[in-house]
């Protein structure tokens, strides 16, 4: 469907963009380790969207966690790398909307995710910057090969991001969520000229702390038209003790 591409494409804008990007990636491993040193045990740490491993903090989490599980559906080779030479990090291939057998069909039926929520040593799950992400390429595949049309297309997206928090509420594990929330376009002054839901309208989850990821700077995609994430971060749920 594209995986592989997007993945390969979002490491080659970071390294372009690593100084833009930098105040996003501080800010997701700041909250992420926060959440973790409340945690009241420490033996596996789940982490979702772990492709490239730039807004984890993975080598920290490694020190802390008995086991640390990198969860997407491809690893990229310095991922990879870093799962081999470190003992407690595991690499897990993981179709997290649980849907795209489905999708690849022509369906735009949905399922809600259960993998982990097993796993009763499972201390703290961390969804990073995946939610809005997650129907992206699926409805790219339905309108090329089902025809789907804009309504269509929207409800879907809103299903498949519903399920993932769905998925996320049911873990009695400390559940870190950081993901989009606005998607904006500004001009070559900073003005803006569009802002619009990356979660197809879904009222925002709670949280704690917001930033702007300058994701895609002048240049990028235009050279009259920068876009910025508008970025959220949650603790869902505090499997604590503090």
């Not at 080659?12 to 409340?38: C, E, G, M, P, V």
């Not at 991922?79 to 795209?100: Q, Y």
């Not at 982990?116 to 939610?131: E, W």
């Not at 498949?160 to 559940?175: C, D, K, M, P, R």
Request: hydrophobic residues 40%.
């Amino acid at each position: 469907m594209g995986y592989l591409h997007q993945a390969i494409g979002i490491n080659a804008r970071y390294h372009r963009h690593q100084k833009a990007w930098q105040t996003h990636i501080d800010n997701s491993q700041k909250f992420i380790l926060n959440a973790a040193d409340n945690c009241e045990r420490k033996r596996k740490v789940v982490l979702m969207g772990a492709a490239a491993l730039h807004d984890l903090p993975v080598r920290a989490l490694a020190e802390q966690f008995d086991e640390v599980i990198l969860v997407d559906l491809f690893h990229l080779w310095s991922t990879r790398w870093l799962a081999f030479t470190t003992p407690n990090i595991k690499l897990e291939v993981c179709d997290l909307t649980a849907s795209l057998a489905d999708t690849s069909a022509g369906s735009t039926d949905n399922s809600i995710p259960g993998a982990y929520l097993d796993d009763d040593d499972v201390d703290l799950v961390v969804s990073a910057n995946i939610a809005s992400q997650l129907p992206l390429i699926p409805i790219e595949w339905l309108k090329q090969t089902s025809k789907i049309d804009a309504d269509q297309s929207y409800r879907f997206g809103q299903k498949i991001i519903n399920a993932h928090f769905e998925y996320l509420g049911q873990f009695s594990a400390t559940v870190c969520l950081i993901c989009d929330l606005e998607r904006m376009t500004t001009d070559q002054t900073g003005s803006e000229l569009s802002r619009i839901s990356a979660l197809f309208d879904l009222p925002a989850p709670e949280h704690q702390a917001s930033w702007t990821w300058d994701i895609a700077p002048l240049g990028e995609i235009n050279k009259k038209q920068a876009t910025s994430h508008i970025v959220i971060a949650s603790v869902m749920s505090q499997n604590s003790d503090i």
